[in-house]
Nanobody, 128 residues
């Protein structure tokens, strides 16, 4: 059974930083692209960042976080992390890590329906 467990959310002032982590278990971690999504109240879940299977040399970011957030993975520890810098109030949301539903997918998926396992979510609140 695949499990994803996020940690690291919290309350931070605008301009601050947080680091989210997600620990995966239940399947061969390095075979799958890992993504981060977020959902603010009253809004749809949206893509934040993803890192491709394997060595993680291929990354993709939403325009809204590009240059501020950095995704990384550790295939030995089966973890994926999201370093968030220069946080803004509009970054406030519940953040979810997710595992791609297809191993060795050739392109990085950016829509939620392409991911088949999800963590429980961690709240990030950025105060102005």
């Amino acid at each position: 059974q695949v499990q994803l467990v996020e940690s690291g959310g919290g309350l931070v002032q605008a301009g601050g930083s947080l680091r989210l982590s997600c620990a995966a278990s239940g399947r061969i971690f390095s075979y799958y692209t890992m993504g981060w999504f977020r959902q603010a109240p009253g809004k749809e879940r949206e893509f934040v960042a993803a890192i491709k299977w394997g060595g993680g040399g291929s990354l993709h970011y939403a325009d809204s976080v590009n240059g501020r957030f950095t995704i990384s993975r550790d295939n030995v520890k089966s973890t994926v992390s999201l370093q968030m810098n220069s946080l803004k109030p509009e970054d406030t949301a519940v953040y979810y890590c997710a595992s791609d539903g297809v191993r060795f997918r050739s392109v990085i998926a950016v829509v939620p329906r392409e991911y088949d396992y999800w963590g429980q979510g961690t709240q990030v609140t950025v105060s102005s």
